[in-house]
């Protein structure tokens, strides 16, 4: 049996904080995930949970005043925190949340993905130019070559989306990262973007790690899942076994409000505490229908329950009253 | 585009055509009689109702007003009765000498205050910040006159290094006029004399003019780079890998000076009000000092001239900066069509 090919991109013990007027708040907390060549790894949680702060540690634009006091993004076995890799996040493409406001409106869409190319890999414009035509056909831009001299206000979102991805991929990276591509788009949109993703990450071998706050497209989309609570880790493994069969008080919650699960996640009684006012021990316990007096005692780390799973609860297998599964 | 250009122009007619009626009335409903100021101290008041009668003083306001309409049309600004000459041709060669000074003082304006805005906003809230907040304070506050005496003092009389007022040194000449801009002229002529010369005397009076405006586009700037700086595409391009330079000085900078921009047509206005008051000091020979002399001495067909003249550049300026927003920024063109 041949050795498991390395991860594309290892996450390891990541806590960042940054400075706010009401302290240090620590956005992130022991996040720990693995991206494998061809995986595509979903990132799911609320709103405030962690997941953007997580995407910009692993393409190194954490905001001013963000610091990594623990932990290691691993790319391709290179460690990348910290200034010195700039080299290798040039394999690494970045799909954005909102392609209205991610393009620059002054500049041609053309000569921003132009310019992003040339940043990764010197040469002549016209070799660039040709290799972009081939991507926009790939992304099915209608009319690559003419596309090339129009600004982004004379696109549609899901067409400036597909710049975005086309964007992403220019880099020929190893690795793609996007951030809730398709919550800015209509649903008939969002369906086409995902099947296009999903299409190009086979074609292509990619390695993705796909954040969002919906199951549903987690379900569709991802080999993987990590459920994010609060900056924490709650649950991860399969995507089939976590959402056939969640461990998690909090991911169970979650599948449960929404059986479909194709909605967001705000079923659930109470709010996520803001960051800098988190609870001690488990930062779901005031919210969790099984806490008891330990769980406000001590942080559970994650533990692998078996096939691949981790949970961060060690109450896992209690029943969760029926009343709040109705 | 073409189009584009086309509607800002026919949209400055009508105001020109205001400015035009508007400073008519407001120099005839002004106290004092043009007629009797014409006819001088001495005059009779029979001598002054005969020319009262002869330049059509007596007739009705709205019938004085459609003559002078129909002069401007073609062109004629009639006689000053401070010199006798026809106004036009007056200000025909005292014109360039003012718009010498006041693109200069533009583009300085333009240069180095979008040059200390983008530093103030890539250090915000660091040395180089509070430097330039302390520039364009100064900028705003201090009164023109005040630095234009404090700059003679210090550059023309104790250090000697720039001459003290006037256009070009005397004893070299003006330029063989050309367009009028002595700089230009002194190029087209070949002549790096004069050219020094005419530049050593524009500095001092450009300054003066520039700074306020300076001070202006630099916190515009400052403010414009500052709220770019936060927008998502920004921070995708930075993910994305665009160079630190790159991203402040072109792909940040371009949207910012959008705002910018429009400042720098309204600052035109106060730049040629600012004139008068440098041209002044610095005995420079433009339409300022004209305008000044006009109005002390009732010199009326002189003022509607100068004003006109002043709102037809200052249409113009404005023009350019319509044109210069939508080629940075495509949606302005798109959108307005
Ligand atoms: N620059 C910053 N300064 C201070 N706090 C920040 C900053 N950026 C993010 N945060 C805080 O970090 C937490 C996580 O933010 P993040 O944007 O990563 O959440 P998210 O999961 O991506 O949410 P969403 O689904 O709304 O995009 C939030 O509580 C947010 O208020
Ligand atoms: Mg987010």
Same mark, same amino acid.
């Given at each position: 049996m041949a050795e498991p090919a390395p991860p594309t991109l290892e996450v390891s013990g990541l806590a960042v904080e940054i400075a706010t007027d009401n302290g240090l708040a620590r956005i992130l907390d022991d996040v720990a995930l693995a991206v494998a060549p061809g995986e595509i790894a979903g990132v799911v949680g609320e709103s405030g949970c962690g997941k953007s702060t997580l995407v910009r540690a692993v393409l190194g634009i954490l905001p001013r005043g963000a610091r990594v006091p623990r932990g290691a993004v691993l790319f391709q076995g290179a460690d990348i925190l910290g200034d010195g890799a700039a080299a290798a996040r040039g394999r690494i493409g970045f799909i954005p949340q909102d392609p209205y406001l991610s393009l620059n409106p002054v500049f041609r869409a053309g000569d921003q993905i132009l310019e992003i190319m040339r940043r990764h890999a010197p040469g002549r414009r016209a070799d660039h130019v040709r290799r972009l035509v081939d991507l926009l056909r790939a992304v099915q831009i209608p009319e690559p070559e003419a596309a090339l =001299?129009?600004? %982004? +206000?004379?696109?549609s979102g899901g067409q400036r989306q597909r710049l975005l991805i086309a964007a992403a991929l220019s880099c020929d990276p190893a690795l793609v990262v996007a951030d809730e591509? $398709? $919550? =800015?788009? /209509?649903v008939t949109t969002q369906r086409e973007i995902l099947a296009l993703l999903a299409r190009l990450a086979r074609e292509r071998g990619l390695a993705m790690l796909f954040v969002t706050h919906d199951f549903g497209v987690v379900a569709g989309l991802c080999d993987s899942v990590t459920v994010l609570y609060a900056g924490r880790v709650a649950e991860a493994g399969p995507v089939r076994a976590v959402l056939d069969e969640p461990r998690h008080p909090y991911a169970r919650l979650l599948l449960a409000c929404h059986p479909d699960r194709a909605t967001d996640l705000a079923g659930i009684p109470g709010t996520v505490p803001p960051a800098t006012r988190q609870p001690a021990g488990c930062r779901f316990h005031p919210r969790c %229908?099984?806490?008891? =007096? /330990?769980c406000a005692a001590a942080v559970p780390p994650p533990v692998a329950i078996g096939g691949g799973r981790r949970v =961060?609860?060690?109450? +896992?297998d209690m029943a969760l009253p029926v009343a709040e599964l109705a | 585009m073409a189009a584009y250009v086309l509607r800002r122009i026919l949209l400055a007619l009508p105001a020109l055509f205001g400015l035009v009626v508007l400073s008519f009335v407001l120099v005839r409903i002004v106290p004092g009689d043009p007629a009797a100021t014409l006819a001088g101290d001495a005059a009779t008041p029979q001598q002054v109702e005969e020319i009262r009668a002869r330049y059509g003083l007596d007739r009705p306001l709205a019938e004085q007003l459609l003559v002078h309409l129909r002069q401007v049309m073609t062109g004629d600004f009639g006689r000053s009765v401070f010199s006798d000459r026809p106004v036009a041709e007056e200000i025909g060669q005292r014109l360039p000498a003012t718009l010498e000074l006041t693109f200069c003082a533009l583009a300085m304006a333009t240069v180095f205050g979008v040059g200390l805005g983008l530093a103030a906003a890539l250090d915000h809230n660091g040395p180089v910040d509070h430097l330039v907040r302390l520039l364009s304070v100064a900028g705003l506050a201090v009164a023109s006159f005040w630095l234009a005496i404090l700059l003679q003092l210090l550059f023309?009389? @104790?250090? @000697?290094?720039?001459?003290? !007022?006037? !256009?070009? @040194?005397v004893e070299l000449g003006p330029p063989a006029e050309r367009t009028g801009f002595f700089l230009v002229d002194a190029l087209l002529e070949g002549r790096r004399d004069r050219f020094v010369d005419a530049l050593r005397h524009l500095v001092l009076p450009a300054v003066t003019l520039a700074l306020p405006g300076l001070a202006t586009i630099a916190r515009f700037t400052r403010s414009g780079v500052l709220e770019t700086l936060q927008k998502d595409f920004v921070l995708y391009a930075r993910a994305a890998g665009y160079g630190r330079f790159r991203l402040a000085a072109i792909y940040v900078l371009r949207n910012a000076v959008t705002a910018t921009v429009t400042q720098v047509g309204l600052l035109f206005g106060a730049l040629i009000s600012g004139a008068v008051a440098v041209e002044a000091i610095f005995d420079w020979p433009g339409i300022g000092t004209y305008a000044v002399r006009a109005i002390l001495s009732a010199d009326y067909k002189a003022l509607l001239a100068v004003t006109l003249v002043v709102g037809v550049v200052y249409a113009v300026v404005n023009v350019l900066v319509d044109v210069a927003q939508g080629l940075i920024d495509p949606r302005v063109a798109d959108t307005s069509e």
């Open positions: =001299a129009r600004y %982004p +206000h004379q696109f591509p $398709t $919550t =800015a788009l /209509d %229908p099984i806490a008891v =007096a /330990d =961060a609860c060690p109450r +896992h | 023309a009389m @104790d250090l @000697d290094l720039l001459p003290l !007022r006037g !256009r070009i @040194d």
